[in-house]
């Protein structure tokens, strides 16, 4: 009964005044007054009186407005921190002062995983374009960054005892050119562009203290650090740093990452103690680093077919008593869940990571829709997964991988993948197709900003927004009062507040 009340409350709101204050994401119970509140102080400053109530959902808000003073509740600092958010979008400037109108605002969000990927194995942004991205997330209430932080094509995170990663795997000798185009070859697993730059790439990391700086800024935002190293594919950086860890090291181009886009047949070798080893000290060392109580392994598109004539991966399969050489890929997993799992964390990883018998305390992410996407491996739906039990991250590529273009005629920069429009994007629904009773494994969902095409802050930002406004209102606000029309009208307003700031932004199409 309670929940017809509120849900009333904000379609009046919505359909008659909520376009003037324009919020996003779009709180859950709006009640506007007469007036305003003046001050001195822009939102960050402005002194609002600060209280504990135990009832209000978790990361969730009561901020009341009136002509003499604000006032926040929520139960814990994150719903605080997003009361302020709210309160930054809604102050006006006035005169040498602030105007804050007159509101009663109750909200929480829908989802509690609020995720943006950043792909920096393919380009690398560099702290000062993170610190800016983690801003903008903390504005629109993201509490998840994953940090996408190795790739065939870059390592970008230094380890220590293991110095080529950094020396070699974090550079490439030559890059696919702006305005190529990636053509698959004949033979399964070739790509190659149009066009490569001469020019070497790198090497490009992050150290420790990199790594130090962004975790403070992210918790200081309420955000969460989820570090991605991938396994057992997607490791040609690693592979070409030490060549012995592939299952045909004679195979692989030593001295650097690899030089164009695409999947590589070579992965690690699982048949080989010392891959696995080295597999143990990169992960153990992220614990070390990183205080997430998830580490995502990655382990998307691992072609199988060097596993299939490699003697030490038959031998591991034969010991071991697996079937099929995708076993071997779930024998990692589980020994790596394992092993994260003593030190208290979780793992994660791509769909394809359900495809094995892994512990159901993985958390799976949802990127394929069906198909043989993803280098052909075994399919586990996001639904499905949920279904068999798993917590779910729902990031399919058609609706969230916003590094695909939008579908505009003319495009600023190359395209790639197909088109999404904001409005597509808006049609996102994690909970899509997933019986009721297997919701609740439905964490949250992502937008992905994958790096093959994107240079620099510039073109993350302009394939970022306005489209993660509307992820941000997918992952927060309530799913019934989801209206494209009303959702635009905001959008537009906060696009061109975030122009003012210096953000580039895509258009509104
Ligand atoms: C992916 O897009 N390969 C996760
Ligand atoms: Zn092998």
Redesign the pocket.
Known sequence: MKRLVSLCIVSVVSAAAFGGLSLLPAPREVVQRDGFFTAAEDADGVKASFSTDASIPKEGYRLVISQTGISVASSDPAGAFYARQTLRQLAEKAGEGWRYPCVEIVDHPQYSWRGVLLDEGRHFFGKETVRKLLDLMARYKFNVFHWHLTEDQGWRLEIPGYPKLTQCGAMRRRSPAHGATLKRGKERFSYASTEMTTEQYGPFFYTAADVREILAYAKERHIQVVPEIEMPGHAMSALGSYPEFA?FPERIPAGAAADDWGIFPDVY????DATIRFLEHVIDYVCELFPSPVIHIGGDECPRI??EE?P??QARMKAEGLKKSGDLQAWLTRHMAERLAKKGRRVMGWDEILGGDVPKTAIGQSWRLGGREGAGTEHVSGADGAVKGYDMVMSPHVLTYYSNHQGLEEELFPRNGKGLSLEKAYTFDPASGVPEEARKHILGGQCCLWGEYLWNGYDLAWRMWPRAFAMSEILWSAPANRDFAEFSKRAAAERRRLIGMGISCGPMK
Do not use: P, T, V
């Open positions: 299952c070798c699982i048949g080989n060097r596993w490699c030490k991966c």
